[in-house]
């Protein structure tokens, strides 16, 4: 099994330290919850490992060897100025690929729609949709149900699934769903104020958290 270790870092905005990470693990064919109040640091978090910005002393967020690729879906998706297909077929000019997400994620009746007036939800699907084009060693998700319907999220949740028993790769699932994490992770990675301050295998971890931060956390969102 393929396992990439982070390093230590850091993340300051304005003389403000948002992050201070400690090192992890990332291991193929498994998915990693990473849940927190807003601001805790998941997204910086993310935004760092996909290489989106930079660690405060400017290196790559992993030890030694990174993933050879890496898929990265922001909470705020960019739509381009094109049809919904084309979005897709960005990514990769499979059409195959294109159609079996489309159908997936039920966007096949939406293919020649402008990407950029789909609705919030829709948006999120093409997203995925797109990002789920390629083969990734580490796939990251960034809140990508927070704007979806009942429906919709179990259509993600179910293309994730099948993503991961094709290609096999790491993900790391930014959700503010504990009922999320507990249908989909391997791995939960808790943060509280900046800091990586629980990890461990779901779903014991959300059933008997050991720190204090964490139990205070399920006790108000669990």
């Known amino acids: 099994m393929k396992t990439w270790k982070t390093e230590e870092f850091t993340k300051t905005y304005g003389g403000r330290q948002v992050l201070d990470a400690r090192s992890l693990d990332l ?22 490992l ?22 990265y879906m922001p909470q705020r998706p960019y739509p381009f100025r094109m049809s919904m297909e084309k979005n897709l077929r960005l990514a990769a000019d499979d059409p195959a ?21 789909l609705s919030g939800g829709e948006s999120a699907r093409m997203a995925l949709a797109r990002v789920l084009m390629r083969p990734f060693d580490l796939l990251i998700l960034d809140e990508p149900c927070a704007s979806m319907d009942m429906e919709s999220t179990k259509l993600t949740e179910g293309a994730l699934r099948r ?28 943060f509280h104020e900046g800091h990586l301050a629980e990890t461990g295998r779901c779903p014991a971890t959300l ?11 399920l006790e108000f969102y669990g």
Request: charged share 25%.
């Open 50 to 71: 996909a290489g989106a910005i930079a660690t405060d002393a400017g290196r790559s967020a992993f030890h030694g060897a990174k993933p050879a690729s890496i898929g």
């Open 207 to 217: 059933e008997t958290p050991q720190t204090d931060a964490l139990k205070h956390f």
């Open 163 to 190: 993503y991961r028993d094709r290609y096999h790769p790491a993900i790391l699932l930014i959700t503010h769903s504990i009922q999320q994490a507990r249908r989909l992770g391997d791995e939960v990675l808790f």
């Open 27 to 48: 291991s193929e064919d498994q998915i990693y919850v990473a849940i927190g109040a807003n601001g805790s640091g998941k997204s910086t978090f993310a935004r760092i």
């Open 97 to 117: 690929r294109a159609e079996e997400l489309m159908e997936a994620l039920k966007l096949t009746n939406l293919r020649q729609a402008k990407a950029h007036k």
